[in-house]
Structures are given as C-alpha cells and as structure tokens.
C-alpha cells in the first residue's frame, strides 16, 4: 500500500505542471468575464495578477482560476481518499465556475472573440509599481544604467543622450565642449530634431560642407543658443554689401563666431576699416574675406599695430595700406614680433622701407628662418638685396621657396652645406 500510494504521487507531481498551463488561461478569461460579480471588498484584481483566499479545510489551497495539490509522504490510501472527497466538495461550493459551465463565448481566445470588447480591459486598473514580483520575473526586467547625477566628462552622459550621440558622428569634438560647463550644459537640454536638426540644415545651405560641420560646431558649440531668423538676417545683410555665398562660407568656415555678432556689430567693424586703413568699399570686403577674423576679434591688437607701423617703424599711411591688403594677417600680428623682425631686416641686412612694403612677406615669416638664409648668404657672399645691383635676392623669394630651391638657385650650394653651416651655428 505504501508503494502504490508513492506512485500516484509521484504521478500527480508530474502532471500539475499541465493542469496548470491548461488552467491559468481558462481563469484569465473567467476572472475577466465575472470580475464585477465575485470582487472581494478590499481585493483589487489586477491585470493578470489574482488574489489567493485561502478555504477552511487545511489540505484545499484554492486560487482565483486554478487550484494547487498538497502531498504528503505520510498519507494512506484512506486519508488520500477522503482528501480527494473534501476537495471536490469544497471546490465545488468555493471556486469560480469552470469553462464549461460558463456560456460558450466565454470558452474563446480573446484575441479571436468579437464580443469580448476591449472595454473590458480598459475596467481593469493597470499595474502599480509597488505590486510584487516573482523572483522570476524579477530577473527579467533588463534595467539600463543610471544617468549619472553630475560628472566632469560628456562622455559620461553619451549613451543617454542621442543629441550627444548624432553630434559625435558629425564629428564635434566634446573633449573640448565638455571645458566650458555652460556649453556642456547646453547641449544635454538639445532636443536633436527640434533644436538641432534645422540649425544643420541652415549651415549645409550656406556652405558649411558635411565634413566641416564637426570642426565647426566644436568651435561654435553656441550657435545653437541662437535664433534661426537672426542668423538669416545676418547672411541677408552680409549679401546686401555684395558678399556672393561663396564668399560668406569662406568667411563663416574660417571665423565660426562671424554669424554670432549682430547686423549692427558687423556694420560697425566695416565702417572701422574702410575709414581707418582709407580702402575702397571693394578693398575693405577683400580684406574681410581673406582675414573675416577681423570682424569677429577685438580691435585693439588691431589699433595698436597701426601706431606700430606708423609712429615705431616708420611706414607711410598709404605704404601701411599697401602691405595690410597683401598680408591681413599684419594688422593682428605680435606686436613684438614685427618690430624685431623690422629691427633684423632694416638694420642687419639693411633692407629699406620701400622694398619692405613691396615684399611684406617678410613679415609673416618666422625670424629664425630670416635670419639662417640671410647668414648663409652673406657666409658665401651673396647677401645682395639690392635690385639695382647684380645677383640680386628677392625678398620675397628669400622667406617663401623651400630650402632645396634657396640652396640651389639663390645659394648656388648644396642643401648639405647649408645643413652642415646651420650645425655651426
């Protein structure tokens, strides 16, 4: 008897896991069909989660749907029958109605039955946040990881930003953004399509191409603080003084600032040159263009190199025009740097003003390299920058043209002798 009992035991434990299957679907629906009718004060029934009453006999575990077995090592084969008995008896005066009793409608799917409206499901309360879980279920839920309160890298908030995400495929660098907080800030607020995306688009039809964007916006992070109709303004009026688009790419791609300043801003600067430097309004737009910097940085570099020029070194207004319209980058140069490199070409190699300001490259190139040509030649006896007189040197040619073509067409040596002379040095 004690082993026919463990057999049908163990018979039982096999099968539960089906009746279970078979019978949460069928409780589902039921729950869904009788809610309002069997709804127990104080038992709210939620979405797919049922409540657990408990019935008075101690070997009948009942749930809302479905029901549970109990077994035990010790039962006879009388106890099990008699359990059997109390079980169907109180399932039968506790449990819900089973499938079959119900009407035949509510035996369907409820993805496949017409008269199950969704209005019904609307009735039952969503799940609350604080309702239990299964250990499970528990498991499953894939968390992401948690945007971090405050950091000192962007790159800690990439992965939760897809603005930060589309502007690292542009190539904007946030190594750099992330120095300034106010800029870091800036960006995590972006929405990309709402804030970011027209801004694009207004830049690739002004002429920025894809593979400047990055570079730009890196360095004009806060263009996007600005509004769209204020920069268009701005590009109209650069166009009302004859900039072509192509010009005013040139001059945005090399001064990213340019379209930050106001109409009023850019006006002025325009003025400031054309009166100060005495140029036509045609040699005014050229200097901008080829230097836009000038429009965007701040003027006294620029007022203090005029003096320079003038009262230090001793060039004519006209002279000073002529040299700033060939190298712009004169008028926001060290001021340091120009009158050494004055001091070296007028005195030491004894280079007037008027071939000066014929060839004022000189300006824009390194001392160091002046001075090792100019030692060199005058080592081999061709320091000659007269060009009145025979074996002539530009000036021009002197700073600009690559060492093997000085060697050879102006030094007339090999460029290992002047290696092996600047050794010696």
Not at 77 to 103: D, F, G, K, W, Y
Not at 167 to 184: F, N
Not at 370 to 376: G, I, Q
Request: aromatic share 8%; with cysteine; proline share 6%.
């Amino acid at each position: 008897m004690h082993l026919a009992t463990l057999r049908k035991m163990a018979l039982s434990a096999q099968q539960i896991p089906r009746w279970l299957n078979s019978i949460k679907l069928s409780s589902f629906m039921t729950a869904l069909q009788l809610r309002k009718g069997f709804q127990r004060p104080g038992k709210a029934l939620l979405c797919g989660i049922f409540a657990h009453p408990r019935v008075s006999s101690e070997d009948c575990f009942l749930q809302w749907g479905f029901r549970t077995y109990r077994t035990s090592s010790t039962w006879n084969s009388s106890q099990s029958t008699n359990s059997s008995r109390r079980e169907i008896n109180c399932a039968q005066s506790t449990l819900l109605p089973s499938v079959n009793e119900l009407p035949q409608k509510t035996q369907k799917m409820p993805g496949l039955d017409p008269e199950l409206s969704l209005e019904g499901l609307d009735d039952v309360p969503p799940l609350s946040p604080l309702q239990p879980i299964s250990d499970e279920e528990a498991v499953q839920i894939i968390a992401g990881p948690p945007l971090p309160p405050s950091s000192v890298t962007l790159r800690d908030y990439v992965d939760h930003s897809e603005t930060l995400r589309k502007l690292v495929l542009l190539g904007v660098d946030l190594s750099k953004i992330e120095k300034h907080p106010d800029a870091a800030n800036l960006l995590l607020r972006l929405d990309f399509e709402k804030d970011i995306k027209q801004m694009l688009l207004f830049l690739k039809d002004l002429g920025i191409e894809d593979t400047q964007l990055g570079p730009f916006l890196t360095k004009n992070y806060a263009i996007f603080s600005e509004d769209l109709e204020n920069l268009k303004t701005r590009v109209a009026y650069l166009q009302s003084k004859n900039f072509s688009k192509a010009d005013i790419a040139q001059m945005v791609r090399n001064a990213p600032f340019l379209l930050s300043f106001s109409v009023e801003r850019l006006d002025n600067r325009l003025g400031f040159f054309q009166k100060e430097l005495e140029l036509s309004v045609k040699k005014t737009r050229d200097l901008v263009i080829r230097l836009p910097r000038l429009l965007t940085g701040s003027l006294e570099p620029v007022k203090e190199n005029l003096k320079v020029f003038q009262l230090e070194l001793g060039f004519q207004q006209n002279e000073i025009q002529h040299m700033i319209t060939k190298i712009p980058k004169m008028l926001t140069a060290n001021k340091r740097k120009l009158t050494e490199t004055f001091d070296y070409v007028h005195n030491v190699m004894l280079v007037p003003h008027h071939l000066m300001v014929r060839f004022p490259q000189v300006f824009n190139t390194r001392l160091f390299k002046v001075k090792e040509r100019h030692l060199f030649l005058a080592y081999l006896g061709r320091a000659q920058y007269d060009p009145t007189k025979p074996n002539y040197i530009s000036l021009d040619k002197l700073v600009s043209v690559p060492d093997g073509i000085f060697c050879e067409g102006m030094a007339k040596a090999s460029v290992q002798d002047f290696e092996k002379f600047l050794k010696t040095l």
